[in-house]
């Protein structure tokens, strides 16, 4: 059973960075494409980055720039750099697992079967 562990979130001034890593368990992590989504209180869980098996990448228009998001296939684990950290980024940030390979697929939730447990991370203006 394929299980995904967030980690990394915490309270942070703005203008200031995190790192949230997402372990995955299961020898299948290396097919996978992984991604990255928040949700903040009383919203909707918003896609913010994804990566493909082979590491291409795509992101929301709103973290270009500042997050980065990476995948160590030796470690079973991806990782969301966090840089620049604004008040609105505040939120729940989940990881989510997929077999699909299609990039357009990346942003929607629905493509994702699997889930971790959520991160909270907290901005402070």
């Known amino acids: 059973q394929v299980q995904l562990v967030e980690s990394g979130g915490g309270l942070v001034q703005a203008g200031g960075s995190l790192r949230l890593s997402c372990a995955v368990s299961?020898?299948?992590?290396?097919?996978?494409?992984m991604g990255w989504f928040r949700q903040a209180p009383g919203k909707e869980r918003d896609f913010v980055a994804a990566?493909?098996?082979?590491?291409?990448?795509v992101y929301a228009d709103s973290v270009k720039g500042r997050f980065t998001i990476s995948r160590d296939n030796a470690k079973n684990t991806v990782y969301l750099q966090m840089n620049s950290l604004k008040p609105e980024d505040t939120a729940v940030y989940y990881c989510?697992?997929?077999?699909?390979?299609?990039?357009?697929?990346?942003?929607?939730?629905?493509?994702?079967?699997?889930w971790g447990q959520g991160t909270q991370v907290t901005v402070s203006s």
């Open positions: 989510a697992a997929t077999s699909s390979q299609y990039n357009y697929t990346f942003y929607r939730k629905e493509t994702y079967p699997l």
């Open positions: 299961g020898r299948t992590f290396s097919s996978y494409a």
């Open positions: 990566i493909s098996w082979s590491g291409g990448t």
